[in-house]
């Protein structure tokens, strides 16, 4: 059975930093690209970051670029999103989402609150 | 990258069929035949239910189907069951970032 589990979340102050962990089982992680997904309080789906298999390529949406890295480890089958910089506006629950060509697995989700 | 846009909502009688649309640009939805659709039950994660356009993944109802005319994207759910009930979201690459979501649609069954 395939399962994502994120940790890491929580709350933090207004330009804090926060470094969210996926653990992935159930299913050959290196061959997986990997994704965050965030959804803010009745809002709607939001694709952050992208890494791919290897970690040859990452890619971020516009609203985080420059403040979020995303990285994995392939030994561990572990995802990881280190947030700087946050804002108010990245309130959210963070999905750990891989991807076999799509949105394949979801994880449940890590709720990141930035507030003062 | 914009969200592309779905309909806030949509609702239908139990037995009936419903459509949802999805539009974007040339860039995205028109350019690629990469369209996937998400079904999302209130305080569940997003599940995979539509995949390259018109493709269910093993497991998913045949009641789901999707096609593609243009730039504009179509989820149908035929037969339509109280289970249905959810918030759902389209998905396209794009050329400028990897990824886009629609902006999502609530559909509720009467």
């Known amino acids: 059975e395939v399962q994502l589990v994120e940790s890491g979340g929580g709350l933090v102050k207004p330009g804090g930093s926060l470094r969210l962990s996926c653990a992935a089982s159930?299913?050959?992680?290196?061959?997986?690209?990997m994704n965050w997904v965030r959804q803010a309080p009745g809002k709607g789906l939001e694709w952050v970051s992208s890494?791919?298999?290897?970690?040859?390529?990452?890619f971020y949406g516009d609203s985080v670029k420059g403040r979020f890295t995303i990285s994995r480890d392939d030994a561990k089958k572990s995802l990881h999103l280190q947030m700087t910089g946050l804002r108010t506006e990245d309130t959210a629950v963070y999905y750990c989402?891989?991807?076999?060509?799509?949105?394949?697995?979801w994880g449940q989700g890590t709720l990141v609150t930035v507030s003062s | 990258q914009s969200a592309l846009t779905q309909p806030a909502s949509v609702s239908g009688s139990p037995g009936q069929s419903i459509t949802i649309s999805c539009t974007g640009t040339?860039?995205?939805?028109?350019?690629?035949?990469?369209v996937s659709w998400y079904q999302q039950h209130p305080g569940k994660a997003p599940k995979l239910i539509i995949y390259?356009?018109?493709n269910r993944p093993s497991g998913v109802s045949n009641r789901f189907s999707g096609s593609k005319s243009g730039n504009t994207a179509s989820l149908t759910i035929s037969g339509l069951q109280a289970e249905d009930e959810a918030d759902y979201y389209c998905?396209?690459?794009?050329?400028?970032?990897?990824?886009?979501f629609g902006t999502g649609t609530k559909v509720t069954v009467l």
């Open positions: 989402v891989a991807d076999g060509g799509n949105f394949d697995y």
């Open positions: 159930g299913f050959t992680f290196s061959t997986f690209s």
């Open positions: 998905n396209s690459y794009t050329s400028t970032s990897p990824y886009v």
């Open positions: 890494i791919s298999r290897s970690s040859f390529y990452m």
């Open positions: 390259e356009v018109n």
């Open positions: 040339s860039s995205d939805v028109g350019g690629y035949d990469s």
